[in-house]
C-alpha cells in the first residue's frame, strides 16, 4: 500500500515569458504539485491569464487551467523534469478590440481584386452592423526544465513550456452564415508557449 503520510505538497508562484512573436505580455502563473517522496513522478495543475494580441492590440485574455503528469530525476541538489497535460482555455474577449482587429486581419489578408467584403457597413466604418468571431480551442501542453532544490521545502525551476491551440475567426453580416451566404474566416494556430520560472513550497 501507498503510505499516504509520505504525500509531498508543492505550491509555485511563476512568472511566464510567452515567446509568441505578436507580444503575449508576461504574466504571473500558478500552480500546485502532488507527489509521493517514494515516487519521481506527481500530479500538477496550474493557472495562468496572459493577454491575446491581434495586430499589436489585447483581443481579449485567455485564462488557462492546466491538469497533467510530471516525472523528475534529481542530481544532488539540482533536477530536471518533464511535463505533459492538458490546458483548458477560458477566453475573455474585449468586443470592442475584437470587432476591430478581426475585421481588420482578414480584410488585409483577403481583399483582393474582385472579392469583395463580404460585410455592408451600410456607409462610413462602425462596428455594429457586422458580426466577429474570435475563439481558441484548449490543447494538449507540456514542459521540459530544471531546478535546484535550495532545502527541503523550497526550490526553484526554470522550464520551457510548448502549448499550441487552435484559433479562429471570421466576419460576416449578421445571420450570414446561418443562411449560407458569405463571410469570411480563418482556421490557424495561435502560440501559447512561454518560459517559465517558478519558487516552489513544499509541504
Known amino acids: 500500500m501507498v503510505d ?13 515569458q510567452y515567446t509568441d512573436e505578436k507580444g503575449s505580455e508576461p504574466e504571473y502563473t500558478y500552480k500546485f504539485q502532488v507527489g509521493h517522496e517514494d515516487y519521481p513522478v506527481y500530479v500538477f495543475g496550474g493557472y495562468e491569464d496572459p493577454t491575446v494580441r491581434m495586430l499589436g492590440q489585447g483581443v481579449g485574455t485567455a485564462e488557462i487551467y492546466s491538469l497533467g503528469l510530471g516525472a523528475r530525476k534529481d542530481v544532488g541538489d539540482f533536477f530536471v523534469f518533464g511535463e505533459i497535460g492538458y490546458g483548458k ?5 474585449r468586443l470592442g478590440i475584437q470587432q476591430e ?3 481588420t486581419e482578414l480584410v488585409g489578408r483577403h481583399n483582393v ?13 462602425d462596428q455594429t452592423s457586422y458580426e466577429s468571431s474570435w475563439e481558441l480551442d484548449d490543447g494538449i501542453l507540456g514542459a521540459i526544465g530544471v531546478g535546484y532544490q535550495i532545502n527541503p521545502h523550497l526550490s526553484v525551476t526554470g522550464a520551457y513550456r510548448p502549448f499550441y491551440v487552435a484559433e479562429y475567426i471570421s466576419i460576416a453580416n449578421p445571420g450570414a452564415k446561418e443562411a449560407g451566404l458569405g463571410y469570411w474566416e480563418e482556421h490557424r ?12 513550497f513544499t509541504f
Open 113 to 125: 481584386y474582385n472579392r469583395p467584403v463580404p460585410v455592408d457597413l451600410g456607409g462610413p466604418y
Open 101 to 103: 482587429t478581426v475585421y
Open 89 to 93: 482555455i477560458e477566453q475573455e474577449p
Open 189 to 200: 494556430s495561435r502560440d501559447l508557449s512561454s518560459f517559465q520560472f517558478h519558487v516552489l
Open 4 to 16: 499516504l503520510t509520505a504525500l509531498t505538497l508543492s505550491i509555485a508562484l511563476g512568472y511566464n
